[in-house]
Structure formats: structure tokens, C-alpha cells
């Protein structure tokens, strides 16, 4: 019979993801070796082997759960604008609120997404891009909902791919207690698609 997991196995699990998002992204994912992230960690490479059997596992692991993470955003934002009445504007800019509210916390995991993808199996990386282009199509929805007159089946991926580039690369340049906050920066991203700069 297995042995059943302890209550702490799942937190290990998280603590490990982070100290490994952290090495992948000052290292790079090719760079970092198991070593690294066991000495990061403070632990050894034995006990990492413990909880994951090897590095693709780790990037797995922490790319599944960040996606994850971004689709129930997306759906937290619908539940919020139907149980807040919001009408589809006031919708798209809940949700650029919480992307940017998840981002702040999570700059070494989206830059693992953006940088380390390649780097998995044909599956489970056919699994990761699978969750980010939902991602992509839910954003879409929310832009075409949101401007109808603005957007059209022409121009509307280009639209889309024009706020996540606003907002999808403040890991190399917006710092927490910085001179802007990433709620500031929200408002600003807002801003420009509701008035553009020359307003």
C-alpha cells in the first residue's frame, strides 16, 4: 500500500516552484541544473528528487499551475461582472486589473512562460500553449465585447496582442515600489484604451 502524503507535501511543492522559477529566471532554464535549485532552496538534490524526477517535470509543473492560474482570472472576472452587474468595458478593466495584481507576485513564473516552453516534451508543451492561446481567445472576447465598433475579425488579434504587450513585459522594467505600482499601471493601460494619449 502507498504511503499517503504528508499534510506539508503540497507546500514543499510550492516552495520548490518558486525557488525554481526564481533560478530559471535569473539563470535561464538551460543554465539552471537541479544542483542550483536544491542549493537555492536550501535542501539537497536527493530530497528535490523526492518531489519531482527532473527539471522538465519542474518547469511542467510550475507552467500547468501559472496557466491554470490565468484562465481562473479570467474566470473570477466573469463571475465578478455578472454578480457586480458591470457592463463589458467595466469587465475588460477588471481583468487587466487582476492580470497586472497576479503579475506583480509572479514575474519569474511569466517569464518561465514567455522564455521556457520550448524547452518541454511535445505534449506537455501542445498542453501549455493549449492554455495560452485560451488565454489569448478569452482576452479576445473580452476586447470584442468591450469595443464592438472598435474591432473587427481583421484587426482583432492585432488588438489583442497590442494589451498583452502593454502589459505582458512590466517584468522588465515595473518594480514593486517602484515610482509606478502595477494598480497604477492598470489604470494606465486602462486608460490608453479608453482615451489613446492624445485626449
Known amino acids: 500500500m502507498a504511503r499517503p502524503k504528508s499534510a506539508t507535501h503540497d507546500l514543499k511543492r510550492d516552495q520548490i516552484l518558486d525557488v525554481a522559477a526564481q533560478c530559471f529566471a535569473h539563470q535561464s532554464y538551460a543554465a539552471a541544473s537541479m544542483n542550483d535549485i536544491a542549493a537555492a532552496g536550501g535542501t539537497s538534490k536527493a530530497r528535490l528528487y523526492h518531489y519531482y524526477d527532473s527539471k522538465e517535470a519542474i518547469l511542467f509543473d510550475l507552467l500547468d499551475r501559472y496557466t491554470q492560474r490565468l484562465l481562473a482570472l479570467i474566470g473570477e472576472a466573469e463571475a465578478t461582472a455578472q454578480r457586480r452587474n458591470l457592463d463589458d468595458r467595466a469587465a475588460l478593466h477588471e481583468l487587466i486589473r487582476s492580470f497586472l495584481q497576479e503579475y506583480q507576485t509572479s514575474a519569474t513564473r511569466h517569464i518561465a512562460l ?39 475579425p481583421a484587426n482583432q488579434t492585432a488588438v489583442t496582442m497590442m494589451l498583452f504587450g502593454m502589459i505582458n513585459w512590466t517584468f522588465t522594467w515595473l518594480r514593486p515600489g517602484g515610482p509606478m505600482s502595477y494598480a497604477g499601471f492598470a489604470e494606465e493601460v486602462i486608460a490608453m484604451l479608453e482615451k489613446g494619449l492624445a485626449s
Open 114 to 152: 514567455l522564455h521556457a516552453t520550448q524547452f518541454l516534451g511535445e505534449a506537455q508543451r501542445e498542453t501549455i500553449l493549449n492554455r495560452q492561446r485560451d488565454v489569448v481567445s478569452a482576452v479576445t472576447r473580452f476586447l470584442c465585447r468591450a469595443y464592438p465598433q472598435r474591432l473587427t
